[in-house]
């Protein structure tokens, strides 16, 4: 149980994280199918920053850098589907699916020349991520990414609703002609959206690689979690509370491939493929649960051209 | 009289259309073309920055492609051939989607549950070649036709769709394949599907001879394959059928009240779009250019996704996307042929990568090229609306002159 409950919180925070940055995106009007590349480069960066910074180094001072490393990462990655979606109106889902097919071939070539071999694998230590909290006999391994996820969330939701900052970009998803002839500068804030996507894809392509293991395979990316991710944003209906709900019910379909073999769940003889499959079966069910009378910001997808009226 | 002029005003409108039209084909190829070298400087900027002193030789061997080391053994142009034809397939079943508005991100999981179709029928059923690619394109078709379903009946978004299915097909085919569930498929000792030309030689598509100039994998599947995209080509531009497809396309609302079953286009063309990709998996396995590994479950097809660069390239124009495969699968081999001392392969795909972002706003160098081109057909451009503008009498005076 304890197990189910490390991997629930280790995914669902990752998921959280993305889905928010995708939510922010689209709630700007900028569909953001590159998540899962910004995930990559985050993670990428994140870790090349763990490998390079010195032995001795306080642990507090390694997780502090290499988690704004992955953000910034994540945040310059994104500005190219900014470039490509915003200032040259091109269409988001080509520009976000060609990030997505560059990030991983990037991050195999840099981890490769890193390595000096033919080996696209990181090794690295994550002690300094983990937290142990003892529970009885056992101990729960959490990591710092659950703080980081859970202030991240509270911030997500006082800037939406309760800035006007948050109102400025909510209006550019909804009604952009409406809200540049109130003043506001649309491709500001449609860029503003986008960066804060890449900021917490990025933290959160970091957040999915690091505590669990201690090697990666840059070949893998990661694994289709930044598209898991939406579906999770379109299941909490773009909200930041109803999104942490979400992507709490997708890690536990999640984690039980994880814990497949250590428990009960052994006992039904099922293969690790079945287990897998689990989260995008239950996506799917969501997706088509959900999507008829969807919330989706109206604007989302559509370039906006000053003089269209 | 009146017949006269309305022919006489009609004549020249449509020559200077075609005209127009063949300008914008020129200025799409125009604009992939700069896509593709602005994407190889790039390349060409990597390789200087991993290694300088290299960089001019590496390039080289990836402009050359396949016709590396062509005197010594043909094993690279053929690999070039080989895989030049499922990419094709997949590239086609991308343009065709996105001819209806769809966008079929999903041709990975097509080909994969095609490859599952095409091997079982080989492999186990012993069945000739053409019944296999019959029973991969179904498959394909099935697995295209659920996100069409899906699109059509409760709006799901077809990308995000498309993007579940290609993994619970990878898992799923994975686990099939594996278990040996619906049969002998699986050698365990090398980690792959059987072999198909030596397990089942009818089910191999034939070689026609071809074999003996490249190697074996070398089949009549490239053959096919431009086949299928004349086909292809034929049905968006020269039938009702694709005509209605691309109304839904353009504006799906006018299409229905234009009395165009809208949901049904959608379906439709997402099940022709998976039965393509189900089909280039049979290219591909068929013609024993690899073996299916089910231990390999942590990446998609990487024929399904490049079908995405591939339609993009080609502008979404089913002849277009036989040279567009063509290229990239020069540039993917170019990459395998780089000294892996000095290189890395995966650069090939960072090239690929760019040029696909940058074909997300050809437009952009499409309209650049046209004010180019436009400074010098002013005068075509200019007579179009002066057809429309023409008075009677000048009319008149102009047939004078054509009696005369």
Avoid at chain 1, 11 to 18: D, K, N
Avoid at chain 1, 162 to 191: F, M
Avoid at chain 2, 145 to 172: C, D, H, Q, R
Wanted: proline fraction near 3%; aromatic fraction near 10%.
């Amino acid at each position: 149980m304890l197990l189910l409950i490390k991997y629930t919180l280790l995914y669902g925070i990752v998921l959280m994280l993305v889905a928010l940055g995708g939510m922010f995106s689209e709630r700007s009007g900028v569909i953001n199918l590159a998540l899962e590349g910004i995930m990559s480069v985050g993670a990428l960066a994140g870790v090349l920053t763990l490998c390079i910074l010195p032995q001795g180094m306080a642990p507090g001072l390694v997780v502090l850098i290499s988690i704004v490393v992955s953000a910034v990462a994540g945040l310059v990655y994104s500005l190219l589907l900014g470039f490509s979606a915003i200032t040259l109106k091109a269409d988001q889902t080509i520009g976000g699916t060609a990030l997505n097919m560059m990030a991983t071939a990037l991050a195999v070539v840099i981890v490769k020349v890193f390595n000096g071999s033919a080996s696209a694998k990181l090794n690295y230590s994550n002690n300094a991520f983990l937290i142990d909290i003892p529970v009885g006999d056992d101990k729960l391994t959490i990591n710092v990414f659950l703080f980081i996820g859970l202030i991240i969330l509270l911030l997500a939701f006082l800037f939406l609703y309760k800035t006007k900052w948050g109102l400025r970009l909510r209006s550019c998803g909804e009604h952009p002609q409406a809200a540049d002839s109130v003043g506001i500068n649309v491709y500001r804030w449609r860029y503003i959206g986008v960066m804060f996507s890449g900021l917490l894809g990025g933290i959160g392509g970091f957040a999915y690689v690091i505590p669990s293991v201690s090697t990666w395979n840059f070949e893998v990316g990661v694994t289709g979690f930044g598209f898991l991710a939406l579906a999770v944003m379109i299941f909490g209906q773009w909200k930041p509370i109803n999104i942490f709900g979400a992507a709490m019910f997708f890690a536990v379909f999640k984690s039980l491939a994880n814990i497949a073999d250590s428990t009960f769940l052994a006992g039904l003889g099922l293969s690790k493929n079945v287990y897998d499959m689990m989260p995008f079966i239950a996506s799917m069910i969501i997706l088509v649960l959900f999507s008829k009378n969807s919330r989706a910001p109206k604007a989302e997808g559509i370039p906006y051209d000053k003089g269209k009226r | 009289m009146s017949n006269t002029t309305t022919m006489k005003s009609a004549a020249p409108k449509n020559s200077i259309s075609r005209k127009s039209g063949l300008i914008s084909a020129t200025n799409s190829i125009l604009s992939s073309i700069v896509c593709i070298i602005i994407g190889l400087l790039v390349g060409f900027i990597i390789l200087v920055c991993i290694n300088a002193e290299h960089a001019g030789e590496g390039f080289m061997t990836i402009l050359i492609g396949g016709f590396n080391n062509i005197n010594a053994h043909a094993r690279n142009i053929s690999k070039e051939i080989a895989e030049a034809a499922p990419l094709i397939m997949t590239g086609l079943s991308v343009a065709f989607a996105y001819k209806t508005g769809l966008f079929n991100i999903g041709a990975a999981g097509q080909y994969s549950v095609g490859a599952l179709g095409a091997l079982y029928f080989a492999l186990v059923l012993h069945m000739p070649w053409y019944i296999c690619i019959l029973a991969a394109m179904l498959c394909g078709a099935v697995w295209g036709a659920i996100p069409g379903l899906l699109k059509a009946f409760f709006n799901v978004n077809e990308v995000i769709t498309s993007i579940m299915f290609n993994w619970i097909a990878l898992y799923g085919v994975n686990e099939l394949l594996k278990n040996n569930v619906l049969g002998k498929m699986y050698e365990s000792t090398k980690n792959k599907t059987y072999v198909v030309r030596t397990t089942s030689a009818g089910s191999a598509i034939p070689n026609m001879g071809l074999d003996n100039i490249f190697s074996k994998s070398t089949t009549i599947a490239i053959f096919i394959a431009i086949i299928v995209a004349i086909i292809m080509y034929i049905i968006i531009n020269k039938t009702t059928f694709g005509y209605e497809l691309k109304a839904c396309g353009h504006n799906k609302d006018a299409a229905k009240y234009a009395g165009i079953n809208e949901k049904r286009s959608i379906i439709l063309s997402m099940v022709i779009a998976g039965a393509l990709a189900g089909l280039g998996a049979a290219l591909f396995y068929l013609s024993g250019v690899g073996e299916w590994n089910p231990n390999d479950s942590t990446a998609c097809p990487a024929i399904g996704f490049n079908g995405i660069s591939v339609a993009l390239l080609a502008v979404c124009n089913p002849i277009g996307c036989v040279f567009s495969a063509l290229l990239i699968s020069h540039i993917t081999v170019g990459g395998s042929c780089l000294a892996t001392a000095y290189y890395q392969p995966e650069i090939a795909d960072i090239i690929i990568g760019v040029i696909i972002y940058l074909c997300a706003f050809a437009m952009l160098f499409k309209m650049l090229i046209g004010k180019v081109v436009k400074v010098k057909s002013t005068s075509d451009a200019n007579a179009d609306p002066q057809i429309e503008l023409h008075e009677p009498d000048s009319d008149k005076e102009a047939e004078k002159e054509d009696e005369e």
